[in-house]
């Protein structure tokens, strides 16, 4: 499974809603605290691109040796419909200071010196130190997994019902019209997990793993072969 530091820099080098937090800000809008771009640098602290004219960006301009503490929340939402869409949250946090000169017209780049940081997702929660994170990877499909999810859900349902035949006892004893439904939910380098849900709303999750952690798309879209022959058995 992918380590926390994994997960969380994935969710940080992601297309996910972000949101800074900051003492005394915040009632300000909340367009004005999300950041257009995030990056991490090789100390492992987040470069963060607002626009010049937010309040986070006065705030780090004027603050006084380098103390203005703020929170990166991202929130994770599937991005097909599915029951409880939201996949997980990751919190970064430390000191903000501004870093002049390496915008375009119209933003400001701000330096997060991370401090903490804490993802709670599909997993489960847990802490991560600034080294780790400042050493992990982002996952290599995350560039891809939006539209990847989207297009198994609309484009190959049947096959993924198929998957059903590969959970055992829960559904083994159901005929073909009283299967769960199943909606593919998140897909990482090792593997795909869906969301099955039944009559009453009740809803669980299986996790299907690749027989080796996938690279690119290429070897995603082999490991994904493998995977629905192994349910058409």
């Known amino acids: 499974m ?11 080098q992601s297309t996910c809603s972000a949101v800074l937090l900051v003492p005394g800000l915040r009632h300000a809008p909340s367009d004005h605290l ?12 987040l470069f963060l691109e607002l626009p010049a004219d937010s309040p986070v960006v006065r ?13 990166l929340e991202i929130t994770d939402v599937a991005p097909v419909s599915v029951p409880h869409r939201i996949r997980g949250r990751a919190w970064v946090s ?31 929660a847990q802490e991560v130190e600034p080294d780790e994170l400042r050493d992990a ?3 290599p499909l995350r560039g891809h997994e939006a539209e990847l999810l989207q297009h198994l859900h609309s484009a190959h349902g049947e096959q993924l019902r198929t998957l059903c ?19 593919p939910l998140a897909l990482d380098r090792y593997g795909l997990r869906v969301r099955l849900c039944e009559g009453a709303g009740q809803c669980y999750d299986a996790r299907f793993e690749f027989p080796a952690p996938v690279r ?18």
């Open 2 to 12: 992918p380590s926390a530091a994994e997960r969380t820099r994935t969710l940080v």
């Open 34 to 45: 999300m950041p257009l771009a995030r990056n991490v640098g090789p100390d492992g602290d």
């Open 59 to 71: 705030a780090a301009t004027h603050a006084e040796d380098d103390e203005l503490s703020a929170v």
């Open 94 to 124: 430390g000191r903000l200071t501004s870093v002049p000169g390496i915008s375009g017209p119209g933003r400001t780049t701000l330096r997060l010196e991370t401090d903490e940081a804490y993802v709670d997702d599909l997993w489960g």
């Open 137 to 139: 990877a982002p996952d």
């Open 165 to 183: 035949g590969l959970l055992g006892e829960r559904t083994a004893r159901r005929c073909a019209a009283h299967l769960p439904s199943i909606v």
């Open 216 to 233: 690119d798309v290429i070897e995603l879209s082999d490991a994904m072969h493998t995977l629905f022959e192994a349910a058409a058995r």
